[in-house]
């Protein structure tokens, strides 16, 4: 996004990214307390964005870690003891629908670890280099995944504190889990789940969320 930006907070159809995000999970019946793993000294922000906002369910603000790894531990660490399920979300992915991450929770209680994805479409290739073709894969078994990442509470933080034990760096909950052999159940995401990353995904995401609002709710 560039020096100075933080894309969390940036307009897109009336609201900053995370608010409408944040917005999701605050309509969902199957979630009960939002927790925000924030950069230090965002927490006013966040607190006035939830009062401007009108958001209704109980939150906490915790400080991230180095590595997002870190950040989702800090984030576990904050949970109620009462809680049996956790659903991790980009905050930059304001599109994720109310029913997308019902259905993740479902999945999770029954399978352990969900994770929201729809089917690769476009070819893939393999390069080594960065430059050439290095081979063709095969793109009938390949899914890309989103989130939200969903998990039973002691599923999670078995597979992170394994992680952590041994200094290995993931991209994503669902490596941790495939650390310890756990199951991981695909969720289709059946409407568009971009997440923010560049200056040039906003238009997009816009036209998303004044688009699909019915199908996002």
Same mark, same amino acid.
């Given at each position: 996004? @560039? ?8 307009? +897109?159809? *009336? ?21 925000? +793993?924030? !950069? ?13 906002? @009108?958001?209704? $369910? $109980?939150?906490?603000?915790?400080? *991230? @870690? ?10 576990? #660490? ?7 399920? /956790? ?12 029913? %997308?991450?019902?259905?993740? /929770? ?8 969900? +994770?929201?994805?729809?089917? +690769? ?9 960065? #430059?050439?073709?290095?081979?063709? %894969?095969? !793109?009938?078994?390949?899914?890309? /995944? ?11 933080? $078995?597979? %992170? ?17 495939? /650390?310890?052999? #756990?199951?991981?159940?695909?969720? %289709? ?20 969320? $004044? ?7």
């Amino acid at each position: 996004m @560039g020096p100075n930006m933080d894309k969390l907070f940036m307009p +897109v159809a *009336g609201r900053p990214v995370i608010a409408h995000t944040w917005g999701r999970f605050d309509h969902a019946d199957c979630i009960d307390e939002i927790i925000l +793993v924030v !950069r230090d000294g965002m927490q006013k922000a966040f607190t006035d964005l939830a009062e401007q906002y @009108g958001f209704k $369910k $109980k939150f906490k603000l915790t400080v *991230g @870690g180095k590595e997002r790894q870190d950040s989702v531990w800090n984030g576990l #660490q904050n949970l109620s003891p009462e809680a049996d399920i /956790v659903a991790i979300q980009d905050g930059a992915r304001p599109c994720t629908s109310v029913t %997308l991450i019902a259905e993740t /929770v479902e999945a999770a209680r029954q399978t352990g670890a969900a +994770v929201a994805a729809h089917p +690769v479409a476009d070819t893939i290739k393999a390069s080594d280099d960065g #430059q050439v073709i290095t081979r063709h %894969l095969e !793109r009938s078994r390949l899914w890309a /995944v989103q989130t939200p990442q969903t998990f039973r509470v002691d599923v999670i933080k $078995k597979a %992170l504190s394994l992680v952590r034990a041994r200094g290995i760096q993931v991209t994503d909950d669902t490596a941790a889990c495939e /650390v310890i052999g #756990q199951p991981v159940k695909l969720v %289709l995401s059946k409407t568009p789940n971009p997440k923010v990353t560049v200056q040039e995904d906003l238009p997009c995401v816009e036209v998303l969320l $004044k688009t699909l609002q019915g199908a996002l709710a």
